[in-house]
C-alpha cells in the first residue's frame, strides 16, 4: 500500500497533543481511528473515529455520571485529528445520542472547528435512526446548517433498527442526508441469517445509489465478506480485513509519510 504526505505543520501537531492532553486530563477517553477504504480501489478514503477508555493508575477510567456526553468529547477530540490528515481523507464522528439532534450541536461544533482551524468539509457525522426520526425544526435547521458548510450526514445502524423508508424518503428528498452505512450485523456470517441480510445490504446499497447517497459498511471482517461488498457495489468501508483500529500516532505512520517537501533545499 503507497504512503500519502501528511502535513507537517507543527501548530497542528501541538493542536491535537493538547486535545488529547485535555482528554486525558478530564479522564474520559481518548481516540482511535479505524482506516475507511474505497471499497473499488482499496484506497484509503478516510477514517472512523472510535474512543476508548483511558487507562490511569493500572484501571480503566469510565466516563462518570453528569459529565458531558460522549458526541460532545468527540467532536472536541475529532477535529483537531481532521486537521493533521491529508484534505482528501474524510473523518467520520458517530454523534451517539438516543433523543433527537441535540439543540447545542452546532454551537459545539462551531466551537470545535475554531479551535482546530479544521474545515467542516473534512468531517462525516454519524447519526442513528432514533436521532432523525423527530418532526421539528430543530432537526430541519440543524440538518440543514451543517449539509450547508459541507458537513457529510450519514444515517448508520441500517438494516438492523426499524428504520422506516418513509423517514429515509424525506430526509434524502429534504438534502438532509449524504450517505447510508451498513451495520456490521447484516455481515455475519451466521449460516441462519447471511442469506436474509445478504439481500437487506444488496437493497440498501441499491436504495442508496439511486438516491445519490455514498454507501459505506462496517465489520468487513473477511475476504468472503470484502468481494460481496465489491460485488453489490458497496462504495466505502472498514473492517479488520482491511486494517485494525489504531491510536493517532500510529495510524499516520502507518498510512501516510511525513512531508519532506521542506528539506528539499
Not at 57 to 79: D, S
Amino acid at each position: 500500500m503507497t504512503t500519502e504526505p501528511v502535513s507537517a505543520d507543527p501548530l497542528k501537531r501541538r493542536v491535537i497533543r493538547s486535545g488529547l492532553l485535555r482528554a486525558e486530563d478530564r479522564n474520559t477517553t481518548v481516540p482511535t481511528l479505524a482506516p475507511r477504504f474505497k471499497l473499488s480501489t482499496l484506497t484509503l478514503a478516510g477514517a472512523d473515529m472510535q474512543s476508548e477508555p483511558v487507562l490511569s493508575a493500572g484501571r480503566t477510567t469510565m466516563r462518570r455520571k453528569h459529565r458531558e456526553p460522549a458526541w460532545t468529547t468527540m467532536l472536541a477530540q475529532g477535529c483537531p485529528v481532521a486537521a493533521t490528515l491529508p484534505a482528501h481523507c474524510r473523518l467520520a464522528l458517530p454523534i451517539e445520542h438516543m433523543d433527537a439532534i441535540p439543540e447545542d450541536l452546532i454551537l459545539q461544533l462551531t466551537a470545535a472547528l475554531s479551535e482546530s482551524g479544521v474545515s467542516a468539509e473534512r468531517l462525516d457525522l454519524e447519526f442513528s435512526e432514533s436521532s432523525l426520526t423527530a418532526d421539528s425544526d430543530t432537526l430541519y435547521y440543524s440538518l440543514a446548517a451543517l449539509r450547508d458548510v459541507g458537513v457529510g450526514l450519514v444515517l448508520s445502524g441500517l438494516g438492523t433498527g426499524v428504520t422506516s423508508l418513509t423517514l429515509l424518503r424525506d430526509r434524502v428528498l429534504g438534502g438532509l442526508l449524504t450517505g447510508l452505512k451498513l451495520d456490521r450485523l447484516l455481515l455475519l456470517r451466521d449460516p441462519m441469517h447471511a442469506e436474509a441480510g445478504h439481500v437487506l445490504a444488496r437493497t440498501i446499497v441499491k436504495l442508496g445509489g439511486d438516491f445519490g447517497l455514498t454507501t459505506r459498511a462496517d465489520g468487513i471482517d473477511t475476504q468472503e465478506t470484502l468481494a460481496f461488498l465489491q460485488d453489490i457495489g458497496c462504495q466505502e468501508g472498514r473492517g479488520s480485513v482491511l486494517g485494525k483500529p489504531q491510536t493517532l500516532p500510529l495510524f499516520v505512520s502507518s498510512y501516510f509519510q511525513p512531508d519532506r517537501s521542506r528539506r528539499q533545499s
